[in-house]
């Protein structure tokens, strides 16, 4: 038996934990993990305490759920309630994060991006390329950096 890459062992975690999400539209997870070790876990769902959308019904407007925080915008959210640095760190997600959990995952610190599914958002990819965030795409356990070079401002 074939011990999994420790990118693969924490892409397996991300989707454990996106069996928690409470948004029936998309079930998404998130792991920030630094060193090897996890700092924080994240998942789709409302704010703590509230109602979930499996409970109340999503919240739509212009086609996005605005009831549910995204999985990464709640792992960095954990991490900084329990006093956690994200810095340097790796967030490993199972869908390619939007523009908003891009400037998230930016002004904490965290310096690569592992993701598998695709999300129609280019301006995420500019917003990393512009800031030197790494971005892998991992796919049947392999993990590939994403060419940020399209996506870099023009100066």
């Not at 928690?20 to 079930?27: G, V």
């Not at 709640?74 to 997600?93: C, D, F, H, K, P």
Request: with cysteine; glycine share 8%; net charge positive.
């Amino acid at each position: 038996m074939s011990r999994p890459s420790w990118d693969e062992y924490f892409m397996q975690v991300a989707f454990v934990v996106a069996t928690r999400a409470t948004c029936p539209r998309r079930s998404v997870g998130a792991v920030i993990v630094l060193d090897k070790r996890i700092l924080a876990t994240g998942y789709n769902g409302a704010p703590r305490g509230l109602a979930h959308c499996t409970e109340v019904g999503c919240h739509l407007v212009a086609g996005h759920c605005i009831r549910a925080l995204h999985a990464e915008q709640n792992a960095i959210l954990q991490a900084a309630m329990n006093g956690v640095s994200t810095r340097g760190a790796t967030v490993y997600v199972t869908c390619q994060p939007c523009n908003h959990c891009a400037k998230m995952i930016i002004n904490a610190g965290i310096q690569r991006v592992v993701f598998e599914g695709d999300y129609p958002d280019e301006f995420a990819l500019e917003l990393f390329a512009e800031a030197g965030v790494q971005l892998c795409r991992y796919k049947a356990g392999v993990v590939t950096e994403v060419d940020l070079a399209p996506f870099r401002p023009k100066r």
